[in-house]
Nanobody
Framework: HVQLVESGGGSVQAGGSLRLSCEGSGFTDSNYCMGWFRQAPGKELEWVSGINSGGGSTYYLDSVKGRFTISRDNAKNTVYLQMNSLKPEDTAMYYC???????????????????WGQGTQVTVS
């Protein structure tokens, strides 16, 4: 079965950078779109970024555009989220998610994704 494991979280000062990784296993092929979500304490889950199966289309929450970059290495079954110029408001638990079926319209939606990782904490002070 499909499993997703995030890594790369940590504590950084404002203006710093982190690179999150999400390694998948159990995939039969690379035809999965991937997304990153985050949840801050006391707040709802928020979509952050998404990437289609081929990696040619990427999508971002407005507040992270120009600071975050999503990418994927299908040979390694891994998706990355490079986060630069981090702000305190980026503090949250970050989750990656995967699903076979998504479009540009649905890639931002939590319910689109069948598979989820356990999360990695990002703290910006």
């Amino acid at each position: 079965h499909v499993q997703l494991v995030e890594s790369g979280g940590g504590s950084v000062q404002a203006g710093g950078s982190l690179r999150l990784s999400c390694e998948g296993s159990g995939f039969t092929d690379s035809n999965y779109c991937m997304g990153w979500f985050r949840q801050a304490p006391g707040k709802e889950l928020e979509w952050v970024s998404g990437i289609n199966s081929g990696g040619g289309s990427t999508y971002y929450l407005d507040s992270v555009k120009g600071r975050f970059t999503i990418s994927r290495d299908n040979a390694k079954n891994t998706v990355y989220l490079q986060m630069n110029s981090l702000k305190p408001e980026d503090t949250a638990m970050y989750y990656c998610a995967a699903d076979r079926y998504c479009t540009s319209a649905t890639i931002t939606t939590e319910m689109t994704y069948r598979y989820w990782g356990q999360g990695t904490q990002v703290t910006v002070s």
